[in-house]
């Protein structure tokens, strides 16, 4: 056993980055670029090699994940886009007049784009323009036409073709692979949790909130997927071990929320050692389910097996733990909780058995690459947003993209700058829908010219050979293509010093291109900052408050549905797995405004404390609520009548929240009543010594609820305060 859990360092980062598309879309970018150069420098490519290698290199770093229709029918799709780009910015290369317009036309396109697609829509729009604009700066005008189009043509197949002849040789099958994301998502929660236990708790806080939002992102992408797939085994089985996932991390969230109380406790302390390797064997675990669902490998579903087996020893030795507690209800809640994920890790088992059939097959290529139901998943056009009604912040962003655009279009057409049209991209790649998002661009794409500018003036020194520049281009290309999702900053200074080293191998580079790019730059992420303060800008304290009530409605339902289940004594079922979602959903959406809202000037964050107070305490309520889901147990009705009047009284409180926030102080007085009405409240808990089946389902139900009513009241002494209404 203990030689199939330890590994080489190697080996572990290979399998994680395996479940990353980060190693993959690094080397695909970089032997995109290079074999066209190389081929270019040989004189076996008589095209446009600069237009070749920049087309394949984008059509090579999309990560496109569903059905391999969808697949070839997107990057089909941008091969096409891409290669109208160039032919527009040809024809429109000699004639300022038809640059702007086609700079204004390519910015509409960019919106379209991103309102087809929110996955991929960005990227496409981004990629474009850049053809454009390097074949609006051609300097033999629409008699290059004809071979802008060819090259960017035959560019696109060809990162198309690397992306095609990836797919028999690496696990690509498509339900297999989006829930192998759910798993890894599912892993991340857990690390976050793991983290500074029980230091530092409010970063911890942080970091688990970014994960739930990311994992109900996920689940939800997931769920789509798998329903849009035909019905069949190989569905079944995935959908099985997907909600697998989706159950352990419910408990292990819930496990985490009813320790929270215990933590300030000093017997915490005696608790934590077995506490923390749990977590950490949650993580690993996660990550090998994910691993083998994608991989399909007998080793892999042995290391499973170990870790399950291992983990199932953790929670057992951490029951023993909680029975040592001196608060016996809170023992009693959190062995219950540690005995159900135990019961849930046999299912998980079974489920990854069943997922990953035939382990024994040794083919150089995955077979599951021809099987009938790979085929069957919704078209290109069904996965795309086709509803008429457009976002107005997409509007606004759009028209600010198609101004600046042509104005930084304008500056270089009309002084003649070799490479001007760094200028107008610059101001597409930083600037973003909301200013906080474009702030923060700006300040990755400056941080990273800036240094790569500085290491770059150095290399113009080195005089290096060919052979070497062509070494430290696939260095650089492959870099940038690598940190492009996970670092921004650093993927900017590595495109920066792969221009550099082109532009070199081309011709000698003086200290002026630097500068120049660097001068670009920094006027572009300004103009970028302009716009977004000053042209028709978008605040999110605007959009804030519709958010908030939101949330606080669809927690209110929630509740309501918790309480009629668990009065009725009935099961955990559809409506209410439907009603967690959009509590959590709802609670994704709310947070990702609030960090949205942070990034805006100081006089457009009024009431920003209030707002995280609010926020923070419905995602806490919305833990509190989830505890009782795992306590709903058919056949056994709690019909109190305090629990029906709490029902009441907490939906009536979140709606007068809801209320509020959106209109503001006119319902203060009767939150103060809903206030009163919830301190004065209480839930008739029963005996500690009645044993009865009955007495402990109201205990673990019971107790849950009036820390709902807390976190109720402490919304409502918030919400009291003035909270400005949106304008």
Known sequence: MAT?????????????ESLQPDLGRGTRAAVAFMVPLLLAVAGWLPIEVSMVALAAQNIAMVDVRGAYRFRLGLLFAMTAVFTIAAALGTLASENIYAAVLATVFIAFGGGVWRHLSTDYGMSLAISSTLVFFIALTSPDGVAAVGRHTVAVLVGGLWGLLLQVANWPFRPQHPLRRTVADTWVAV?????????????????????VREREAALRTTLDKTYDVLAASRAGPLRERLEALNLAGARLATRVVVLNTALESLMARAEFAAFMPAFQPVLTSFTNT???????????????????EVRLRRLTNLLRVLQGRAAGLHDPAAGDQVREILRQIETLLPEILEAVRATVDRVEERSAFSLELLDIDTWTLRPLAAALNLNPRIDPALVRFTARLAVFTALGVIVFKTYGLPHGYWLPFTIVVVLQPDYGSTRQRAAQRVAGTVAGSVLASLLLWLNLPFPALAVAMTITIFSFGYFVK???????????????LLTEAETPVTLSFTVERLASTLVGGALALGAAMFFWPVWERDRFPPVLAQGLRANGDFLRLLVARAAAGTAYDEAVI????????????????LQRMTGDPTNRREGLERFATLANGNQRLTRALTVITLHLSPGIPLAHPELLRFAELAGEALEGLASTVEKGASQRARLQQLLVALENFELPLPSPDSTSATAQRERWIFAPLMRAATELSALLLAAQDEVPVAA
Do not use: G
């Not at 199939?4 to 994680?16: G, I, L, V």
């Not at 892993?187 to 970091?207: G, K, T, V």
């Not at 996970?486 to 200074?493: C, F, G, Q």
């Open 286 to 304: 996660s990550r090998t389910v994910a691993l083998a669902v994608v991989s399909r490998q007998s080793s892999h579903l042995a290391k499973c």
């Open 578 to 593: 439907t009603a967690k979602r959009q509590a959590e959903a709802a609670n994704s959406t709310l947070f990702s405004s």
């Open 187 to 207: 892993a991340d929660l857990f690390a976050a949790m793991a983290s500074a236990i029980p230091d530092n708790e409010a970063d911890r806080q942080h970091r």
């Open 4 to 16: 199939m859990t330890s590994q080489p360092p190697w080996k572990t980062f290979a399998e994680r």
């Open 486 to 500: 996970r670092n921004y900053a650093v993927a900017v200074l590595f495109i920066t010093l792969f221009i550099v």
